[in-house]
Structures are given as structure tokens and as C-alpha cells.
């Protein structure tokens, strides 16, 4: 049995994300043309290093004191997923944040858990008093299909900073 929780402190060891397992093999994409979704054959691979994993480690110490959020689903001590709320608000009216991962380790995709990870990160957004989440989502098929399950559309107002970290992220939004 798998728990979800908010990680209350920077109080854990670097090594949480070590057996993680981040690989994806796409081979499908969406692309954004004539403000519709378009799906386009493209290869490519993503797989963290352990040296990934550790600065995500510390970004996840940077969000905590910053004020963002952590939230992991585990079993044990084996992280089976995990969702990051950055402590910034932004918007014409202040009323978004980024949920910058969501992401579940590859052993454990197709289980429900990210669904479970997602209701859990819109919870905590709306205690943190912001009134959407905005995702810089990966392009592939299968994840657009997971966003657009949870409710997700196409960002009605588009953060430059966060689109051009990753321009062929599809950029997302949730309300609360």
C-alpha cells in the first residue's frame, strides 16, 4: 500500500529520488498549431541521471523554504512518485502557480497513482490560496491523454519564463 504526503520539512536525505525511476520513450507528440493540438511523430528519450535527481533533490529543499509544496506518493521509504507546487504566484491577477513535476516512477505508471498525486497537489494549491495550477507539460501523447484526464486545458494566459525553459511543452492550466 502506497501513502501520498506533503513533505514538511528539508529534513530528508539527498539519496530519496535515487531508485526513481524517470524514463520515457516517446514517439508521439502534441504540438500547438493555429491554437489547436496537433499530433506529430517524434523519438526521443528522457531518462534522470543520479546527478538529475540530486538537483531535483535540492530544488525540492529550495521550494519547502521557499513556501512551495513537495508532495510524494511512497511505499516504505520508495519514492513512487512525486508533485511540486513552486512557491511563486503569478498571473495578471496572481492567481496561479506551477506544479513544475509530476512525474511517477516508471515500475509504478498505470496504477492510479498520479491521478491520486494530482487531486492531492490541486488540494494543497488551494490551501496555499491560489486559484489554478499552471503546467509546463511534456509533449508526448501519453501525458497530454494524463492532463487532459484530469481536467487540464490549454493555458489561457502563457507564462514566458516557464514556456521558454521548455518550448515544446505543451503549456497547461487547471482551475481549482
Not at 24 to 32: A, D, K, R, S
Not at 64 to 88: D, S
Not at 115 to 124: C, E, Q, Y
Request: proline share 1%; hydrophobic share 35%.
Amino acid at each position: 500500500m502506497d501513502t501520498i504526503r506533503v513533505l514538511q520539512s528539508i529534513d530528508f536525505e539527498d539519496s530519496i529520488l535515487d531508485s526513481f525511476e524517470r524514463k520515457q520513450e516517446t514517439t508521439q507528440v502534441l504540438v500547438v498549431e493555429s491554437n489547436r493540438l496537433n499530433e506529430k511523430e517524434d523519438r526521443f528519450e528522457d531518462d534522470w541521471t543520479i546527478e538529475r535527481k540530486r538537483e531535483i533533490v535540492n530544488h525540492f529543499k529550495s521550494t519547502i523554504t521557499c513556501g512551495g509544496a513537495v508532495i510524494v506518493a511512497e511505499q516504505g521509504n520508495k519514492v513512487l512518485a512525486f508533485a511540486v507546487i513552486e512557491a511563486e504566484t503569478f498571473g495578471e491577477r496572481s492567481t496561479y502557480r506551477e506544479l513544475s513535476y509530476v512525474h511517477t516512477s516508471l515500475p509504478y505508471r498505470g496504477m492510479g497513482i498520479g491521478h491520486r498525486l494530482f487531486v492531492k497537489a490541486k488540494d494543497i494549491a488551494k490551501q496555499l490560496g491560489v486559484e489554478k495550477l499552471y503546467i509546463g507539460a511534456h509533449p508526448s501523447v501519453e501525458t497530454q491523454r494524463f492532463y487532459k484526464r484530469m481536467g487540464c486545458i490549454i493555458a489561457k494566459e502563457m507564462n514566458r519564463e516557464i514556456y521558454e525553459r521548455e518550448m515544446r511543452d505543451i503549456q497547461l492550466e487547471i482551475t481549482l
